[in-house]
């Protein structure tokens, strides 16, 4: 507590000259080093995890998938459309514009469609901000938002195991009550739903498929049979892929292009993108020299108690996936159409729509922190645009609320905003609402927590060259690979 304090105090000092800027350096490595010690930190969370390189074949045909529009009901999205490697592992939207864009391939800040125009609630269609699928292989219990896939096994069996440890509960199966097509694991069953989302990519075709109908169909599209069967011009293209992949060099289109592989290829791409390799990390393997002593500052205030001075983050984001895979009411603001709930289906209840507990209305996954920097816009609907922004709701919801900056969005489109106010004071008023007490930061802690935030993102993500071997530069003689480009026409 006496080192936390003086340190802190030393940082808000230190433009005076008067302090010995080598033994408040001291102090805080030894101070941080406690803590890294006594939460058995070791910045590792792959370790003991089996992880699929990106060569690997299964993972290379996962990436053409990923990018070929072919898997859209009306082919003009794809997986990529809202989880690209150069966005982050996501869009870079608040929220996703999916189906019907004026420009398939443009993604970020730009993309736009009609849909929204022709909603009545308003904003873009997909009520939700797409996570990124950086890290996605590092999940134990659950995915998505409110957690809607998830392992049944959560004991410490499941430690490491990406939820391979035990059945797989879905939208497609009852609460508690395991898929049996969910797959191998937590991606593969994630990754089996986009294509269910009219918004998504199903688009409005199609909409008399039920959600295996619509996976069927696809994967008839891609082999040539069933009722898409003629829908793209050389299925050989896909079959060979298939046949190499799954090593069948004689394989039939009906017996190696099916939904479960389709599903599988799509999982294990995700799942290669593991990008692990932080300042924080070199820190505590034990580079002292690793992260600033700005961020320093800010890791202690992160990890320490509030009875401590700190911000008690690590209370949620804890571990060395800096998350605790549960769900909590921080009353983030809603923006968007909502998900229908609520007496006039303006809100989003969040896990409440799984469980039905109400001690879990408004509450959202603890996203993990890792790679944050470049996984905006933040929160379960994309409220917020900038890391100090969200770090200041962190600290005092209230506060942040009542001052809500809406010229932050970055989507002009997204104007339901009138019940902001009203559905946010709903979560902030429930029983379950995390947040008991307001921590009032000075400006210059806000930015040391944000610059030890900085310090979790890997190199790698801010590379495009990095992150070459996950961008498909495939040439699908059908002409649904989707060829990223912004909005003044550049290639992502």
Known sequence: MNKLLLSTLALSLSACNDIDTQEIENQSNIALRSIITSQALTADPVAGRSIPNIEEKTAQLGKDL?????????????????????LGGGDNLSLPIGTEADDPNLLGTGRSNDLAENNPEGGPPVPRNAPTTFNVALWDHVLFH??????????????????SSGGIRTPDSAFGTADPLA?????????????????????????DYDNQGIRELLAGRL????????????????????????????????????????????????????????????????????????????????????AEG?????????????????????AMPQIGSGKGDGEDGSKDFGRFRETGNEADKFAFRTPSLLNVEVTGPWSHAGAYTSLTAIVRHSLNPQQAITAYDFEQLSQTEIRNLDQLADNSQEALDHSNFAM?????????????????????????????????????????????????????????
């Open 146 to 163: 409110d957690g809607r896939v998830e392992a049944l096994d959560t004991t410490e069996n499941s430690n490491g195991a990406n939820g």
């Open 223 to 306: 082999g040539g049979y069933g009722d898409a069967a003629g829908e793209l011009q050389d299925t050989d293209f896909w079959l060979e892929k298939f046949r190499t992949t799954f090593e069948n060099p004689n394989g039939t289109a009906t017996d190696l292009i099916t939904e479960q592989n389709i599903s599988l290829a799509l999982g294990e791409y995700q799942r290669s993108q593991v990008f692990v390799n932080t300042p924080w990390k070199s820190y505590v393997e034990g580079d002292d020299t690793a992260i600033s002593e700005t961020a320093k500052q800010g890791a202690l205030l992160f990890f320490s108690s509030k």
């Open 183 to 207: 797959g191998q694991n937590l991606v593969q069953a994630q990754a089996r739903f986009p294509v269910t989302s009219n918004e998504e990519m199903k688009g409005f075709d199609h909409t």
């Open 436 to 492: 008991t007490e307001n921590i009032d930061f000075t400006d210059v802690q806000v930015a040391s927590l944000v610059e030890f935030l900085k310090t979790l993102t890997d190199p790698c993500v801010k590379d495009a060259e990095c992150l070459a071997p996950w961008i498909s530069t495939n040439d699908d003689p059908n002409g649904n690979h989707l060829t990223a480009t912004t909005v003044d026409g550049s290639l992502l």
């Open 66 to 86: 990923f990018f070929s529009k072919s898997l859209g009901g009306d082919s003009d999205s794809a997986c990529v459309t809202c989880h690209h490697p150069v």
């Open 310 to 330: 700190g911000a008690d983050c690590a209370s949620c984001h804890s571990g060395d996936f800096f998350t605790d895979e549960s769900f909590h009411n921080v």
